[in-house]
């Protein structure tokens, strides 16, 4: 009977091996390391954090200058109405005009002309400036009643010979009117005032006069100052200023 029992039991059994449970899996390989990669991606990194804050270090490096919005002739100077500030990167190879030094900026002259839009460089002026082509400077010295109040450097005057007996003294043609006869006669239609008194310390002392320097066309030059030599001239402001 036990051998018989013995037998049931084990009827059911057969001689395949035993399967792994599902949770176990096979041993994988070790991943292999590669430290050059991994430092060349941190160095890659480092290169382009570094990149960025060159330029953005180099956006914020900038300098406030002068530019030019009008034109300045060749001998003219700038003011306060043909010139503004801007922004432009910092570049020591440059000789940008800080906007700080303006004011020592208007103490000299262009060299040539400078046409608006230029941001102008030191070596666009100089402490005088010759003459331009087709051009001539004449010096007047006027008493009260021969000039408008308040001329400055820069402004545009016409001239006219308005003698002191009330007659043309001058019966001929002259370049930039003609004599028609009259008391009064343009001499100058448009010249630029190139100096003018501004201080006290530039007038002489008991001098009542007034002097200016005006820059005319050459032709105009030689009328100008005959009728200044004669105190017959006078000067009124025009538009252009």
Known sequence: MKIQERTGAGAGRTGAPAQPSVGDRLPTPPRERKPALAALAVLLILVGALGATTLVLQAGDRVEVVKVTRAIPAG?????????????????????????????????????????GVIPVGQMFGE?????????TVGLSLKAGQYPNGLEKGDSVAAYRVPKGGTGSNSSSTSGGSSTGSANTLLVDRAKVDWVRTEKGDELVGS??????????????????????????????????
Request: a negative charge; glycine letters at 8%; proline letters at 5%.
């Open 76 to 116: 003219g100077s700038v003011t306060d109405a043909n010139t503004t500030s801007v922004l432009v990167a910092d570049d020591s190879g440059v000789a940008y005009v800080p906007w700080a030094q303006l004011g020592a900026l208007k103490k000299l002259k262009a060299l040539n002309p400078i046409p608006a």
């Open 128 to 136: 005088s400036a010759g003459v331009a082509e087709g051009k001539a």
């Open 208 to 241: 009542t006069n007034f002097p200016i320097t005006l820059i005319v066309d050459a032709d105009q030059a030689a009328a100008l100052a005959q009728a200044a030599s004669d105190g017959d001239v006078a000067l009124v402001r025009v538009s252009g200023n």
